[in-house]
């Protein structure tokens, strides 16, 4: 019995690479990546803001780029959310 060569996940192989992929999925949800970069610069913020902290309590310092960062990334979250919203049930593409 000789396997088959048909492949289990045709639509999987029509991708070129993943960068192709991760480039369709930006367009599809373009809030997630602006997300993930304010997110990351905010914490890249906050580490350089560690030295020059003056007075304040580490762990208060913490707290607070972790309330900013995880802030940044729900509201763009939620921006993405009614932008696909407002995308599939006012504007209403083409099918």
Not at 34 to 53: D, E, N, P, S
Not at 86 to 94: A, D, N, T
Request: some cysteine.
């Amino acid at each position: 019995m000789s396997p088959s060569q048909e492949s289990v996940y045709p639509e999987y192989e029509t991708e070129t690479s993943q960068t192709s992929k991760l480039i369709k999925k930006f367009k599809e949800t373009p809030f997630v990546p602006i997300g993930m970069a304010g997110f990351t610069a905010v914490v890249a913020y906050g580490l350089y803001k560690l030295k020059h902290r003056g007075d304040m309590k580490l762990s208060l310092h913490l707290i607070h780029m972790r309330v900013a960062a995880q802030g940044f990334a729900v509201g763009a979250l939620t921006c993405g959310v009614l932008y696909s919203m407002f995308r599939e049930y006012v504007v209403k593409p083409k099918e």
